[in-house]
């Protein structure tokens, strides 16, 4: 993705801040909150401590990212999917046996109260205990609701355009595909599994809530820490309290290997990306000679430094947003995330935009952003029992609300500064936004004299590093194959095979049977997307 940037506003200082902000989005939000409901579930199950469960899990998840690259990735998520799909199924079914039925789950929850919401002459207030009314509907209310219906629709789509259309981890699937079909029935697939979390997640967590109100729904500082260990709040642990509380041994096996394979596969997805960010867009530029095997090990090294960071910043997600990971994670997006959607939509479909535009609409917006993640981690999030003291003009404007503000400012000063600068000639931008995605002309790539200079160094450090595999100990061998080294080179390819192959590559040409059945599956999705909001309006 920064890759793209960097061909359609050339420079290099869009690509490299992208790539750093990437990395930041993924330390704050991916890799620290996985890590940190990874090891609550593991916490609970088998008692481990809490950084000791953190170890376990990181080990096992590096070990076959590291030596398996994007391809293992791939594989494991493949296979750890359907392992995630019959365990949830299973025990959504003991959930709403053991609760009666989805009319006993709905007047059950209403009424699933703790018993303790008193500590010393400290009486807790009825709203910090009590479900919300508006509890079964999706859209809630615009000004008291904790997630308004205005910040869903446009706010959470402003999220979804960064997160599904222009991240790393989600995009370099759709860049594997063969071809464009496949990128279509892939994502389309996605789609459809992205419908099931409302009734194999949050409906089995509500349920928890009922069964094991005391634990689940605590609000008494002292009682919230004898439960989860932090004094804001203990919904995260419902999910895996109903596993470990209702399922029968055996199963309870199968859901701990569910929950850690959906962990698993989605840090390896992290790892793989972040890697790819790292040593394409920032090593390459401090390192401009640096050989295949050095990129290879510099990789594998900085996912150690990543989750370091990671590991040191799981305090803050514990104890931020009242203890809810969902809004930790989704106000975190709101901060930094606006801008980069910004700049992709206009890219892409505003030729007018060119580089100078980008960079200040980023800058600007992710100065905006920041200074209000900093007051927040400043002044605390605080709960229903100690507010925050955070001003309200600064933090009183909900993240989802403030996540279109901030996706407003910055689509204003892309634009503004676009328009009182040079535009890029259209020789530059063939294929590259949506009014010349047709074009058969040339294109002239902003950056192209660079590239050619830096590519003649690698060429000769190739040959120069060479070494046959009889002179290899094995020693040598097993590192190398550690590392992803131990890749056979193939046949240097002809000038017209290197031209046949990046038409193969860039081909987006459809087979007419498979791209009607796709695109009417696209359709049905969306049929069955609106009537699931219709119903739980």
């Known amino acids: 993705m920064p890759e793209y940037l960097r061909k359609r506003f050339g420079g290099k200082r869009i690509q490299v801040y992208l790539s750093v902000l990437s990395l930041m989005l993924y330390i704050f939000t991916k890799i620290s909150a996985d890590i940190f409901s990874g090891a609550i579930f593991i916490n609970l199950a088998l008692g481990l401590n809490l950084y000791l469960a953190i170890f376990l899990l990181l080990a096992i998840t590096a070990l076959y990212t590291i030596t398996g690259g994007l391809a293992a990735v791939i594989y ?7 392992i995630m799909l019959v365990g949830s199924f299973i025990l959504t079914g003991f959930a709403f046996y053991e609760v009666g039925g989805y009319e006993s789950f709905m007047t059950r929850y209403m009424t699933a109260i703790p018993s303790v919401t008193s ?20 859209f809630r209310n615009p000004l008291t609701g904790d997630l308004p219906w205005p910040g869903l629709i446009f706010g959470l789509s402003i999220l979804a355009l ?24 892939g994502c389309i697939m996605c789609g459809y599994l992205k419908l099931l979390p409302m009734f194999l997640m949050v409906m089995p967590g509500m349920i928890s809530r009922i069964l094991y109100t005391d634990r689940v729904a605590c609000t008494v500082p002292s009682e919230c820490e004898s439960y989860c260990n932090t004094k804001v709040g203990c919904s995260n642990i419902a999910y895996p309290t109903l596993v470990v509380k209702l399922m029968p041994n055996g199963l309870r096996g199968l859901m701990l290997s569910v929950m850690l394979a959906s962990l698993m596969s989605s840090l390896t997805s992290i790892f793989n990306s972040a890697s790819t960010l790292f040593t394409m867009d920032i090593y390459t530029k401090i390192r401009k000679g640096a050989s295949e ?34 809004d930790y994670i989704q106000s975190i997006t709101s901060y930094l995330g606006p801008p980069i959607a910004a700049v992709f ?28 993640m900093i007051a927040e981690f400043a002044y605390g999030t605080g709960s229903c029992m100690e507010p925050s003291n955070c001003p309200k003009i600064i933090c009183g404007v909900h993240y989802l609300y403030f996540a279109i503000i901030l996706f407003s400012i910055s689509i204003i000063i892309i634009l503004v500064v676009s328009l009182l ?16 995605r047709n074009s058969k002309e040339e294109r002239i790539d902003l950056d192209e004299e660079e590239e050619d200079t830096q590519e003649a160094p690698e060429e000769t450090i190739e040959i120069d590093t060479e070494v046959s595999e009889e002179k290899r100990g094995c020693c040598k061998r097993t590192y190398d194959m550690f590392c992803g080294l131990d890749q056979q080179k193939g046949p240097k ?28 599956n696209g359709i049905i999705l969306l049929a069955v997307a609106v009537f699931c909001h219709a119903y739980f309006a």
């Open 76 to 82: 494991t998520d493949t296979l750890q999917t359907a």
């Open 119 to 138: 500590y010393g002459n400290i009486t807790i207030k009825e709203e910090c205990y009590t479900p919300r009314p508006d509890s079964f509907h999706i």
């Open 162 to 185: 960064w997160y599904w259309c222009t991240d790393q981890v989600i995009v370099q699937r759709c860049l594997s595909a063969k071809n464009m079909s496949h990128v279509k029935a």
């Open 293 to 326: 095997k050095e990129l290879m090990v510099a990789g594998r090294l900085f996912i150690l430094v990543l989750i370091g960071i990671s590991i040191a910043w799981v305090p803050i997600v514990q104890s931020a947003q009242s203890g809810q990971l969902f």
């Open 345 to 372: 939509l206009l890219a892409i479909f505003c030729k007018r935009v060119n580089e100078q535009g980008a960079f200040w609409g980023l800058i600007i917006g992710f100065l905006i952003g920041v200074s209000r």
């Open 421 to 436: 600068t040079k535009p890029i000639p259209d020789v530059h931008l063939y294929r590259l936004c949506w009014s010349l």
């Open 493 to 520: 390819l002809t000038k017209e095979e290197e031209k046949a192959l990046k038409m193969k590559l860039t081909d987006t040409s459809e087979k007419p049977l498979w791209r009607t059945i796709v695109n009417i």
